[in-house]
């Protein structure tokens, strides 16, 4: 039979379609085929810019070997975890249950219902020194289980089931009050690496939640502990090899402690949200290399992740070009550098990016990650560094570039939006508001009155999904602050009340991640779940009570209030056990137990005192800040702090002077 992928929207799918495993999309008839053959399922679950992915793919499924196995013994169903996220979330957990790890690629195991009985990640073709067994083994073993030893099967996935149904409620009711933040934003202090910044040991991901609940808790208390944190934090990730030294932006996370070798492939996600972090960082401190960072992640996502001509942001860049690279595009030898750049130059970029002879790439040990070691010394080394880091960029323009998934996914162009938004005031880059109100526009387009929102602009289907929803909320909240234009407040409000009507639950609190009435929903899919934990984007419960607590502010509308105060209590009691991974969550609890700042803008529309103040008010960092713009003949400005209020002012020095 032929593979069945070819006509899948998903790059990742489409990118097996030559493979000689006989692969099903996530379907029914994928099941029903399994009940009718009786035969096991295999679940791949990879993604398009993921490493391991293609290594698997091109070691395993494009064997003749391994398919013929594939094809005889199993039903395979392979999955983009972007275009599936609910599928991904699922079935991570029983594989996690299983081998105490997930990650990408995801291989399961099922029964013909869609019940996990083995799985991993990564299998290699034959066994290897680090103990994990070939692939080829695997499958025989698997097959003849299921032909042989039915009992066992079904006892596994009965447990395991067990323990995916348990674990996707993180529902855990407690007490909401300031000592929950506190407590949080200690929990996550402890994990601090005092010596090079961010949270753990290697690998280390950026978290910029946690960064962005530290910054509004220093806001507060003036703690100079939280400063360094987040300063230290934000500056190590900024020197390192996980931020793009040439083309701007970060990649996906550091396989050591020092922010030094990246897993390569660049996130839109991780980058909306690293943007927010520098951009509040540079409000708070005035740090100018916390400017620069934010503006390089700008230009990075204008050049290779903006569609401006359709208004839409797309989804990843790769890490790498083919098989057998690991970083090639990104990386340099020493030759490659010197011929590029002029001896001057050629000095000082290798002593500032720490280019030696022997790099960090294992695969090949000549190639290093440019990473800022050492400042230029004075003015003029700077002034060449910057030349010679133009010159380095031009070159690797001309390498073959890694692939860019075009998938405009919803809730990934809503926090895009959300931070372009952000940068065009911080910045004072008036195209980042253009291309984030445009994005936005077409976000509305995808809204279904009786489903929601679709999962990516322009195709009908998937639907129902809660991060869809409420990013598209929380990013027409900010197109409200920043235009002050009625239409996205009433959009943001259309949408949470379809939440409630769709993913709310009455009887327990707390969203579903999926609509309850998804009639067509397989396997694992009528498990209901419940999220908390940010993984790594913001978690959808967590954003919807941030949402809901901008409602309140915005509106004074007690509806709000009162479902907000019933969201942070159904998951107030899991914030000891989440730390890092519930940062949004105590953001909401944030909004919910310190005071609010409001500031309202009046006057006409257009230049003049009124825009400069509307400006300013967007500008300035505050935690629990909301800016109301309305129109009236004459400016003013009033600024709130929970029920206290400033008398009116008419200028932006005087609004500064009240903010301060």
């Known amino acids: 039979m032929a593979n069945l992928l070819a006509s899948e929207p998903s790059a990742y799918l489409k990118s097996a379609a030559h493979q000689p495993v006989h692969w099903y999309p996530w379907s029914e008839r994928a099941f029903q085929?399994?009940?009718?053959?009786?035969?096991?399922?295999?679940?791949?679950?990879?993604?398009?810019?993921?490493?391991?992915?293609?290594?698997?793919?091109?070691?395993?499924?494009?064997s003749p070997a391994v398919a013929e196995v594939l094809n005889r013994d199993f039903i395979c169903i392979k999955v983009d975890r972007d275009e599936r996220p609910d599928v991904d979330a699922r079935y991570q957990r029983a594989v996690q249950a299983l081998s105490g790890q997930g990650g990408w690629p995801l291989t399961a195991f099922l029964t013909a219902d869609g019940e996990v009985f083995f799985g991993g990640t990564y299998f290699p073709p034959e066994e290897n020194p680090y103990g994990r067994p070939g692939f080829l083994s695997v499958l025989r073993q698997v097959a003849r289980l299921h032909r042989e030893d039915r009992p066992k099967v079904t006892g596994n996935a009965k447990a395991i089931r067990q323990h995916v149904v348990e674990s996707l409620d993180e529902t855990k009711p407690g007490p909401v009050t300031a000592a929950v933040v506190t407590?949080?934003?200690?929990?996550?202090?402890?994990?601090?690496?005092?010596?090079?910044?961010?949270?753990?040991?290697?690998?280390?991901?950026?978290?910029?939640?946690?960064?962005?609940?530290?910054?509004?808790?220093?806001?507060?208390?003036?703690?100079?502990?939280?400063?360094?944190?987040?300063?230290?934090?934000?500056?190590?990730?900024?020197?390192?090899?996980?931020?793009?030294?040439?083309?701007?932006?970060?990649?996906?996370?550091?396989?050591?402690?020092?922010?030094?070798?990246?897993?390569f492939e660049k996130m839109s996600y991780d980058n909306s949200e690293l943007l927010h972090a520098y951009l509040?960082?540079?409000?708070?401190?005035?740090?100018?290399?916390?400017?620069?960072?934010?503006?390089?992640?700008?230009?990075?996502?204008?050049?290779?992740?903006?569609?401006?001509?359709?208004?839409?942001?797309?989804?990843?860049?790769?890490?790498?070009?083919?098989?057998?690279?690991?970083?090639d595009y990104w990386t340099w030898t020493p030759?490659?550098?010197q011929a590029v750049l002029p001896?001057?130059?050629?000095?000082?970029?290798?002593?500032?990016?720490?280019?030696?002879?022997?790099?960090?790439?294992?695969?090949?040990?000549?190639?290093?990650?440019?990473?800022?070691?050492?400042?230029?010394?004075?003015?003029?080394?700077?002034?060449?560094?910057?030349?010679?880091?133009?010159?380095?960029?031009?070159?690797?323009?001309?390498?073959?570039?890694?692939?860019?998934?075009?998938?405009?996914?919803v809730n990934w162009n809503a926090m895009m939006a959300s931070a372009f938004l952000h940068a065009g005031a911080v910045l004072d880059r008036p195209e980042c508001n253009a291309l984030a109100l445009k994005v936005l526009g077409r976000i509305w387009q995808s809204w279904d009155e009786a489903r929601g929102m679709a999962h990516v602009i322009g195709r009908a289907e998937p639907h129902g999904l809660l991060d869809d929803n409420v990013h598209a909320a929380a990013a027409f909240l900010d197109a409200y602050e920043a235009t002050g234009e009625a239409d996205w407040l009433a959009r943001a409000i259309t949408i949470i009340r379809h939440c409630l009507r769709a993913h709310w639950d009455d009887a327990a609190g707390g969203f579903f991640d999926t609509a309850r009435d998804d009639a067509g929903a397989q396997a694992y899919l009528t498990t209901p779940a419940k999220p908390v934990q940010d993984a790594?984007?913001?978690?959808?419960?967590?954003?919807?009570?941030?949402?809901?607590?901008?409602?309140?502010?915005?509106?004074?509308?007690?509806q709000w209030r009162r479902l907000l105060d019933r969201q942070l209590a159904t998951f107030a009691g899991a914030a000891p056990l989440l730390s890092l991974h519930g940062a949004t969550l105590m953001r909401a609890v944030d909004w919910a137990v310190h005071p609010i700042t409001r500031i309202e803008v009046a006057g006409p529309p257009g230049p003049g005192p009124a825009c400069a103040m509307h400006l300013l008010a967007l500008r300035v960092m505050g935690p629990r800040k909301v800016v109301v713009r309305k129109q009236a003949p004459q400016p003013a400005a009033i600024v709130c702090i929970g029920t206290t209020c400033s008398l009116p002012v008419t200028t932006p020095a005087a609004l500064g002077a009240a903010l301060r």
């Open 343 to 409: 001896d001057e130059a050629f000095q000082v970029a290798s002593r500032v990016f720490d280019v030696e002879a022997q790099g960090e790439m294992h695969h090949n040990p000549e190639k290093n990650v440019l990473w800022w070691a050492t400042d230029p010394a004075g003015d003029k080394e700077a002034s060449t560094l910057q030349d010679a880091v133009r010159k380095l960029k031009a070159a690797r323009d001309k390498r073959p570039r890694p692939y860019v998934d075009v998938a405009p996914y």
């Open 33 to 62: 085929e399994a009940f009718a053959q009786d035969k096991p399922i295999l679940l791949d679950i990879g993604a398009v810019w993921c490493h391991w992915c293609h290594v698997m793919d091109g070691e395993s499924y494009e």
């Open 280 to 327: 509040d960082a540079y409000a708070a401190f005035g740090t100018p290399l916390f400017k620069r960072v934010a503006g390089g992640i700008v230009d990075w996502v204008l050049e290779v992740l903006a569609d401006p001509a359709q208004g839409a942001f797309f989804t990843s860049q790769d890490a790498d070009v083919g098989l057998g690279d690991d970083g």
């Open 183 to 263: 407590q949080a934003a200690d929990a996550i202090a402890r994990l601090f690496d005092i010596r090079f910044g961010g949270f753990g040991t290697a690998p280390k991901f950026p978290h910029p939640a946690a960064c962005e609940l530290l910054l509004a808790r220093w806001f507060d208390a003036h703690a100079d502990w939280m400063r360094e944190v987040v300063e230290k934090t934000l500056t190590g990730m900024a020197r390192g090899g996980m931020h793009d030294q040439l083309g701007g932006g970060f990649h996906r996370y550091s396989v050591d402690e020092r922010w030094i070798v990246p897993h």
């Open 536 to 558: 790594p984007t913001p978690s959808g419960n967590g954003m919807a009570a941030v949402v809901l607590a901008r409602l309140w502010a915005l509106t004074d509308d007690a």
């Open 335 to 337: 030759a490659e550098l």
